[in-house]
């Protein structure tokens, strides 16, 4: 089946720690970003990649990495630095043609720092 | 600055009720419009909406965007349990997608 793939679906980690976030995509499609969603509040861009081998900050990149050596894998760390890391992230991907760009996302990561 | 705002925040309505969400946006290089239905986890698809004033429908749910006023609506006719949900409007631009905070929705038998 296509879809999109995210793992673990919940996440504990303590303080201090890094942590990645797995999200694969067997869609075909350029285009992947994660979104972190905090209660009450709407999605917000943490990184995008447009191709493989690279990709852009969005608006709350700071203490997140990325990589994109795959076309269909786009892997995040959530890093020591990140100053309130508990949330749910949600991965997405899309193609990119023109003005259509529905987002397929995957089933999400429930990060917990304890 | 880029900002999608919705309304309400949330709505409380009894099942068979219409309902209809606002979405409005400042956004430059505006591509499209999209709205999302989100329960427990992952958003699920809705609309795309590019062109103003051609409404998109499926089923009870319809929906239409007016690029002039820069807002959009989507409407629920006949409400149902099922409908309960957090409705997320985005919009894209060349590069990325803003989502609003959206709309919680919650249908009462």
């Known amino acids: 089946d296509g879809g999109i793939t995210q793992s673990p679906k919940y996440l504990f980690r303590k303080e201090g720690q890094n942590v990645t976030l797995s999200c694969e995509q067997n869609?075909?499609?350029?285009?992947m970003y994660w979104y972190r969603q905090d209660p009450g509040q709407g999605l917000r861009l943490i990184y995008y990649?447009?191709?493989?081998?690279?990709?852009q900050k969005g608006d709350i990149a700071e203490g997140y990495s990325v990589s994109r050596e795959k076309k269909e894998s786009f892997p995040l760390t959530v890093t020591s630095a990140q100053k309130n890391p508990t949330a749910f992230y949600l991965c997405a991907s899309s193609m990119v043609r023109g003005s259509y760009n529905e987002q397929f996302f995957g089933p999400g990561t429930r990060l917990t720092v304890l | 600055e880029d900002k999608v705002v919705q309304s309400p925040l949330s709505l409380v309505v009894h099942e068979g009720d219409t309902v209809t969400l606002n979405c409005s946006y400042e956004?430059?290089?505006?591509?499209?419009l999209l709205w999302y239905k989100q329960e427990k986890k992952a958003p699920t698809f809705l609309f795309m909406l590019t062109s103003s004033g051609i409404e998109k429908k499926s089923g009870r749910l319809s929906s239409i965007l007016d690029k002039k006023e820069l807002f959009s609506i989507l409407n629920i006719t006949a409400t149902q349990t099922g409908d309960s949900a957090v409705y997320l409007c985005a919009v894209y631009n060349n590069n990325d997608m803003r989502f609003g905070a959206g709309t919680r929705l919650t249908v009462k038998p």
């Open positions: 956004v430059t290089n505006f591509r499209s």
């Open positions: 869609l075909n499609h350029d285009a």
């Open positions: 990649s447009q191709i493989v081998n690279d990709f």
